[in-house]
């Protein structure tokens, strides 16, 4: 494995960390006992517009 490639697979390893890290704070912000269950599900697919597919 060379120097660029290592370096590639470093910066992709970042991106992810600081997505997982943008998904648990997102899901640490929401206060499903307070919600109705519109609010509940709309916090779904706003879950899934960013961090998953766009079906």
Wanted: no cysteine; hydrophobic share 35%.
């Amino acid at each position: 494995m060379g120097r660029r490639s290592r370096h590639s697979h470093a910066g992709a390893w970042e991106r992810v960390k600081l997505e997982l890290q943008a998904l648990r704070d997102t899901i640490n912000d929401l206060d499903p006992d307070s919600m109705s269950p519109r609010e509940a599900l709309d916090a779904l697919y706003k879950l899934r517009n960013l961090f998953g597919q766009k079906e």
